[in-house]
Nanobody, 123 residues
Framework: EVQLQASGGGLVQPGGSLRLSCAAS????????MSWFRQAPGKAREGIIC????????YYSDSVKGRFTISRDNAKNTVTLQMNSLKPEDTANYYC????????????????WGKGTLVTVSS
């Protein structure tokens, strides 16, 4: 059974930090590019950041550069999103996703989806 289990969401104040984790199982994790998508209220799901199998991160959203960092641990089959300096506009459901062929901001490139974890940034 393929699983991508995201955790770490919650309510934080503006300027705060939060770390999301995604635990993968049921597929060869090291062969997949891992990305994070988010879907804000009333908006479409968008890719924000990706980490390739053998190289560094790829940013798809300028709004998260300098604030969000993605990392992966292939030995533990996990991918992490460290979020700093959070803003109210970061409020969204966050999804981890696995892509076999390339890092992409498009949903069509995703082979496996995790369930969302809700991040709410509010005072």
């Amino acid at each position: 059974e393929v699983q991508l289990q995201a955790s770490g969401g919650g309510l934080v104040q503006p300027g705060g930090s939060l770390r999301l984790s995604c635990a993968a199982s049921g597929f060869i994790f090291g062969s997949y590019h891992m990305s994070w998508f988010r879907q804000a209220p009333g908006k479409a799901r968008e890719g924000i950041i990706c980490i390739q199998t053998t190289s560094g991160p790829v940013y798809y959203s300028d709004s998260v550069k300098g604030r969000f960092t993605i990392s992966r641990d292939n030995a533990k089959n996990t991918v992490t999103l460290q979020m700093n300096s959070l803003k109210p506009e970061d409020t969204a459901n966050y999804y981890c996703a696995a892509s076999r062929n390339l890092c992409s901001r498009h949903r069509s490139a995703v082979r496996y989806w995790g369930k969302g974890t809700l991040v709410t940034v509010s005072s």
